[in-house]
């Protein structure tokens, strides 16, 4: 983040308006001014596109919701597109492990999945990641490491504890030296007053696993506010009694969240155990595109909207002349006609066959 765009953050963060925004606003003016990150314009381009992806898939999710072509609960990540890339881009796709809730499109685009198989999954078609079997809410790919969505909050907590423990045993107990991955699990902040978290921090604990517990601390569980719902709002600092590395991060920053995910990396890959990485950002629509966000605040989401973790990347690639509007301009062309394709695709593309309808339920398929 350019000291530019951190005095800014900084000086909007003290007026009446942070206030309304609450904690968060507070919490994120404490961070700065953060050391600077800095970027090459190959990964800024790279992490531009990512985020871009993410960001225009998830629009046009909401359209093709509301055109009836696809069914269920659909969970948008806009906003949050910092936290997924700023973390997946730190890792190594098809290598190490990633573990997502029911908001995993983004996830699942960061982690390497075709758009065109996410897509074709949340139109119920045989093409989709987890065959049309799982939807909007299962995405799940074997070949991407990607460990699936999981409709419960906290679920897949002990999933991903399951893939460090299984990095680890394979190294320590089967001498497989090369075993190194590392697993990244990312929840809400509402998820984190579960019961799964805590006894998932403690084991990951106790036998130093190679895990990322990634908070994606977005101020709301549906309708409750996180200062309303938790003992100690920082999450981060739970990290402590468990005797683990903790750190906070801004969340709408991914140059900042990037950093913090490659130290928590570059930890577990060594040995040294796992970390709670708290992620301060803020979900740009509704809980769901059946929810009319009537409970948030204008002025909340005024004071979030203004840091749109996207619009802060290029800034930071132009202004550091890394990368010049045009070009950014062209990216979104591109990932435009790759949406444009994955829908298509999916719109093209088979329904499962009913002859079908017990397969892939047990492990030989
Ligand atoms: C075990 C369980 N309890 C309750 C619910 C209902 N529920 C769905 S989403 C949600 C809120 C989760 O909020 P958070 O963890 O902050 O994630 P976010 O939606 O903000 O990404 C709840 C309580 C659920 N899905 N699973
Ligand atoms: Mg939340």
Redesign the pocket.
Known sequence: MTQEIAATLHSAADGAEAAAAGSHAERLAALYPAGLATVSRDEGFTLYRDMTLGRRFEDKCAEMYYRGKMFGFV?LYNGQEAVSTGVIKAMRTQHDWFCS???DHVHALSAGVPAREVMSELFGKATGCSKGRGGSMHLFSKEHHLLGGY?????GIPVALGAAFTSRYKRDALGEADSDAVTAAF??????N?GQFFECLNMAALWKLPILFVV???K???G?S?DRATSDPEIWRKAAAFGMAGEEVDGMDVLAVRAAAQRAVDRARAGEGPTLLECLTY?FRG?SLADPDELRSEVEKEFWAKRDPIKALAAHLTSHDLASNEELKAIEKEIDAEVADAVTFALGAPEPDPSELTRYIWAED
């Not at 409709?151 to 679920?155: H, T, V, W």
């Not at 929840?187 to 984190?192: A, E, N, P, S």
């Open positions: 969970h809730t029911y908001r409709a419960f909050i906290g679920e929840f809400g902040d509402g998820t984190c579960n994606e601390n977005n709301w569980a549906i409750m996180h979900r809980h």
